[in-house]
């Protein structure tokens, strides 16, 4: 009779756990560059969708390319503890002003093309290395790659390009953390790589509202760093789904502003 009763409390308690756990709030991705070093549930299931809008200046106060992203797609998969699989899809419009000049600086044609597509897909593994404690900061690893002979004309790659990708996060206080990301893409087919990194703040003043702003940095061989800064914000709209805003810009002599939103919901287990 007592060992019943005992093993019935054991597993009241070890339930309630589970389930606390299945209900907690809501992590995303989105809608910072940095990539969270937090995991999927295992067996849940999460789509992490939204827009982006780049207007690129160009040669003359006039002149401008567009893209956008409509939409951007991350489905997020728990396969284990510590360990999610990633889908990425991206449906990109580019709106292209091209000019012609002659020897003596006139401008002789000008036109603009539109191009359209999906990119191709990205698969990615995210394995949690350490849950961080003190100073030791919550990490992951990121292995990514785009899978070929997929996409629009435009945007098609012939071999795969991986990518890898150190994921940390420190907590600072009860409402302030810090992200940052360490990571390398290499493009197969160019035979080229670029190395970035990422330093988000975060300052989470309620349990539903967050709030960003970070740098980011691409490094390329034979070419000017490209910096960037935005900033922006997220708020829960139950426990499982959550609404998100950015914007930012290039910090360049001819900057390229950025802005987007989306939305995010996780499927109950």
Request: aromatic share 16%; hydrophobic share 35%.
């Amino acid at each position: 009779m007592v060992r019943n009763i005992v093993i019935s409390c054991i597993l009241f308690f070890a339930t309630n756990a589970l389930n606390a756990q299945e209900t907690e709030n809501i992590f995303t991705d989105r809608p910072d560059r940095s990539e969270s070093p937090i995991t999927m549930y295992k067996g849940f299931v999460q789509f992490e969708s939204g827009v982006k809008y780049t207007k690129f200046q160009r040669d003359t106060p006039d002149e401008s390319d567009y893209s956008a992203a409509l939409p951007e797609l991350m489905i997020r998969y728990g396969v284990i503890n510590n360990l999610e699989l990633r889908l990425n899809l991206e449906y990109t419009l580019e709106t292209i002003n091209v000019s012609g000049f002659n020897a003596f600086g006139s401008e002789i044609f000008f036109r603009e093309e539109n191009y359209y597509g999906f990119q191709p897909p990205e698969l990615s593994l995210k394995y949690r290395l350490f849950d961080g404690k003190n100073f030791l900061p919550m990490t992951s690893l990121l292995l990514s790659a785009s899978i070929p002979k997929i996409g629009a004309e435009r945007y098609r790659q012939d071999h795969f390009n991986p990518g890898l990708a150190l994921l940390m996060q420190n907590e600072l206080s009860d409402i302030f953390d810090v992200g940052y990301n360490l990571g390398i893409d290499w493009n197969t087919d160019g035979k080229t790589k670029t190395g970035y990194y990422t330093l988000s703040l975060g300052y989470c003043p309620t349990k539903t509202s967050s709030a960003f702003i970070e740098s980011f940095t691409y490094y390329s061989k034979g070419a000017d760093p490209d910096y960037n800064i935005d900033f922006g914000f997220s708020f829960l709209i139950g426990k499982n789904m959550q609404a998100d805003f950015y914007a930012g810009s290039q910090l360049r002599t001819k900057p390229a502003a950025f802005f987007g939103g989306g939305f995010s919901i996780r499927l109950p287990n």
